[in-house]
């Protein structure tokens, strides 16, 4: 089944522990992009990859980073979390090129104390 | 950067009736605009989407029409469901970038 998996679902940690949240999708999209969802904020791009090893910053990038070694995975790190940083995470993949229809993951709910 | 401003932040419609959201953008070189519909708890899905060269475009129930000169879409879902009750986004973005913008999100409830 093709699909965007996220892990963990839910998380909660404590500020300065770093923590990765995984992405990984079997579509063989070169696109794979990453979203924080906050009330009345809607949806914003943290990061972006358009292939392997090809990464640029979105609107909100401060206190992230990413990688993306294979075409498959791209992880979110968060090296030290802060509680502004709680919030609903999304990972999302597409074909890539020319602004395809993006398949997001089922979502990482992070809540940082 | 772009700016993309939806309006409303609530919609309550009764069943079988219209619904419209509405989302305005900044950046004239935006040339996708797609919709995402994200039902409790769920994870965000395309329902459609248009580009620049198309002032409409439909599909059932639901259609997306786009003002380049305003620089203005709008959602538009008829006769209304329970099932069309969700969040929906609107997003713009340009080019091979890459980059989407979304709107702040329309809360619809649809009433039985």
């Known amino acids: 089944e093709a699909q965007v998996t996220q892990n963990p679902r839910y998380l909660i940690t404590v500020t300065g522990k770093k923590l990765t949240v995984t992405c990984s999708q079997n579509m063989n999209h070169e696109y794979m992009s990453w979203y924080r969802q906050d009330p009345g904020l809607g949806l914003r791009q943290i990061y972006y990859s358009m292939n392997v090893e090809v990464t640029d910053k979105g609107d909100v990038p401060e206190g992230y980073k990413v990688s993306r070694k294979e075409k498959r995975n791209f992880p979110l790190i968060l090296e030290s979390p802060s509680p502004n940083q709680t919030s609903l995470y999304f990972c999302?993949?597409?074909?890539?090129?020319?602004?395809?229809?993006?398949?997001f993951g089922s979502g990482t709910q992070l809540s940082v104390l | 950067g772009e700016n993309v401003e939806q309006h409303p932040s609530t919609l309550s419609v009764q069943e079988g009736d219209s619904a419209v959201i509405k989302c305005t953008y900044s950046?004239?070189?935006?040339?996708?605009f797609p919709w995402y519909k994200q039902e409790l708890g769920k994870r965000p899905q395309l329902i459609i989407d248009?580009?620049?060269?198309?002032g409409e475009k439909k599909d059932q129930r639901i259609a997306v029409t786009l003002n380049k000169t305003a620089k203005h879409f709008s959602l538009h879902i008829t006769e209304t469901q329970p099932e069309d009750s969700a969040v929906y986004f609107c997003a713009a973005s340009k080019g091979n970038f890459n980059k989407f913008y979304f709107g702040s999100g329309t809360k619809l409830n649809v009433k039985p």
């Open positions: 248009i580009r620049s060269n198309v």
């Open positions: 999302a993949s597409s074909l890539g090129h020319n602004n395809e229809k993006l398949f």
């Open positions: 950046d004239s070189a935006s040339n996708y």
